[in-house]
């Protein structure tokens, strides 16, 4: 059986492709039958039903990703920091809703990219004070009050994004505040980081687009390059 697939979009930082996730552990497990590698299901079943969703989920869409763009994989498995490990010269990342899962791939060596979707709406629960730094309350001020719900979820994902791509350059937890993003209509975004000399040679970019029912975020973070 091969997995539907719910888009698949050509964006700046590579290919992304979602898949949607049946209901149901069965069906989850009938999925992951059909489209992972023995070794890649076997270690799925070791997994607690909540947890071995999002994992199949994410794999799936990894390997959709990948056969899209026209690369060849075996089994994908995470390494010491939860990133999937990929082939030589791809870089990929994933996320996941209930149901819907994404990734995104791209060639490369010395850059990283992260991806992250999120339902576009209110929630319930104002993460504000959690997620933005001092100057992104600020800009948000003068916002209604439901857009500015959204505005904070949009800068939410992109710091997932964000972290997703960073984490293999510095290889610790990041704090939402360490970073700050101004999205801007062009689905572009200033990226604002307060790393110290940890992110000092490092380029981080961050895109976004909203589509029905949800916001998609995707970052690209890189070396730069020495003068001459």
Request: glycine letters at 8%; a neutral charge; proline letters at 6%.
């Amino acid at each position: 059986m091969t997995p539907s697939i719910a888009f698949e979009l050509q964006l700046a930082h590579g290919l992304c492709v979602g898949v949607p996730l049946p209901e149901g552990p069965d069906a989850i497990d009938a999925l992951a039958a059909s489209v992972l590698c023995a070794e890649e299901h076997a270690f799925a079943l070791s997994m607690s039903v909540a947890r071995r969703r999002s994992w199949i989920g994410g794999r799936v869409a990894l390997h959709r990703a990948l056969e899209r763009a026209g690369f060849a994989s075996g089994a994908i498995f995470a390494d010491d920091r939860g990133a999937p490990m990929l082939p030589a010269g791809i870089v990929g990342s994933i996320s996941h809703k209930n149901d819907l899962a994404v990734a995104l791939v791209a060639t490369g060596t010395s850059a990283r990219v992260g991806v992250d979707i999120e339902a576009d709406g209110v929630r319930p629960q104002d993460i504000a004070s959690i997620v933005l730094a001092d100057d992104e309350q600020t800009e948000l001020v003068s916002f209604a009050s439901s857009e500015r719900a959204r505005e904070v979820l949009l800068r939410f994902s992109a710091k997932e994004a964000i972290y997703k791509a960073l984490d293999p350059f510095v290889r610790r937890y990041v704090a939402f505040r360490e970073v700050s993003v101004s999205p801007r209509p062009d689905g572009t975004a200033e990226v604002r980081a307060r790393l110290g000399a940890e992110a000092s040679g490092l380029s981080i970019e961050s895109r976004w687009t909203r589509r029905p029912g949800f916001v998609l975020t995707t970052a690209r973070v890189s070396p730069i390059a020495s003068p001459g």
